[in-house]
């Protein structure tokens, strides 16, 4: 049993290390900031959509969605002076 529990939390800390090697994302705004070394003008929340395609679609289907609302929020802040 004994040899059961440790196998058990071997194989669950070798799931947790791989899927952290895997995570090709930054977590948060300042890490990227501090990765790259440039302000964060924006952040978008992930698309509903299963290709790029249907982006445009989306956003005039769903205009106060949180996706558009971000969207809106980086352009602005982008052609802001």
Request: charged residues 10%.
């Amino acid at each position: 049993m004994f040899l059961g529990v440790i196998a058990g939390a071997a194989s669950g800390l070798g799931v947790v290390l791989v899927r952290q090697i895997r995570q090709s994302a930054v977590p948060t705004g300042v890490d990227l900031e501090l990765a790259a070394s440039v302000p964060v003008l924006g952040r978008l929340p992930l698309a509903p959509i299963r290709q790029r395609g249907q982006l445009v679609g989306y956003l005039s289907t769903y205009p106060t969605s949180p996706l558009s609302e971000a969207a809106r929020n980086l352009q602005t802040s982008v052609l802001s002076p």
